[in-house]
């Protein structure tokens, strides 16, 4: 570490996405020979109170209660931002001005415009930027890519892909800043549907060129806090359901609901090819199914020192948890930063999945029109 230049974080928010981040920040050097030493510098929040509870939990040297003036310290060369997305925009521009590199959660944005105009913000800066797909690093997620990219699945014919949740499936659940549009953008196709969205494109290599789709709210009202007999809107969609085509002319099918009863965290997404097929699911992470030619599946348990990220861990077979992708991410960025290279996944595929996202609502609103995403 003593020859290592060292690099200030902020991180602003420290909720689920704070936690998980700050995880990341605290561990990543004891696992990587990291090219850049981070320093957890300061974090922010709105409360003085709660924040500097958190930075004390979390392991943040110092606080701030506005962001502005964690963007403006000496001492932070990376803003990482794990906000509600109505904020995204805004802090990453005025952090990429600054000269700051940003780390920021996704979806990107809460709408093209404002995903764009960070676009042009990062294409402006010398500073790097990245968009927090976390779901990229699981190692047998980056093991589907590598198997891809190899061609050992041939032509790619079909693409299936869900992330399945239940966390709100009971109507007396309060209405969270998730189930609100004017903080989260959208439901379950922003929170989650980004996600199987960008790792499709991600593993397939391609780009989703056109959708048909369905949205549905199925719990209109909710108590506005735990307990509460007052009610308030849910303005945002409870499961999104559509169907595409890949650049590669693939065709795709994608499910992303919160009301799945007795699915916790299941993203799943399968490929088949002419020579091939490949499947994942996140409720078993260390695991890679796959089937070559006319055989049936067999299991890849994905802990092997060759394969992605697993080597810097545990011995094989002792699997990886949902922390260590947001460890492998940090890491990533951290070396695209030391090497003057540009992250992935940047901002323009976060701009790309943002106009996905726009497509499918569009063609919800529209009957289900088959409606063709905006080229980028």
Known sequence: MSDQTTVGVGMIGYAFMGRVHSQAWRSVGAFFDLPLAPRMAVLAGRSEEHTAAAAARLGWADTETDWRELVKRDDVQIVDICTPGDSHAEIAIAALEAGKHVLCEKPLANSVAEAEAMVRAAASSTAKSMVAFNYRRV???????????????????????????????????????????????????????????????????????????????????RPVSAGSSETGPVTVDDAALFIGRLTGGAVASFEATRFA???????????????????????????????????????????????????????????????????????DFLEAIAQGSDPAPSFADGLRVQRVLAAVERSAADSSRFTVVEDI
């Open 261 to 331: 009863t007795g699915r916790k965290n299941a993203l799943r997404i399968e490929l088949n090819g002419s020579n091939g097929s490949l499947a994942f699911d996140f409720e078993a992470m260390n695991e890679l199914w796959v089937s070559e030619g006319d055989s049936g599946f067999k299991r890849i348990l994905v802990t092997e020192a060759d394969h992605p990220y697993a080597g810097a861990w545990w011995p094989p077979g002792h699997g990886l948890g949902y922390e260590h992708t947001f460890t492998h991410e940090v890491k």
């Open 139 to 221: 190692p047998a997620v980056a093991l589907a890519r590598r198997y891809v990219e190899e061609g050992r699945l041939g032509e790619i014919r079909h693409v299936r892909a869900q992330y399945l949740q239940d966390w709100i499936v009971d109507p007396s659940s309060p209405l969270v800043w998730r189930l609100q549009k004017d903080k989260a953008g959208s439901g379950a196709l922003g929170d989650i549907g980004a996600h199987i969205i960008d790792t499709a494109q991600f593993i397939t290599g391609q780009n989703i060129v056109g959708v048909s789709a369905l949205t549905e709210t199925f719990v209109k009202e």
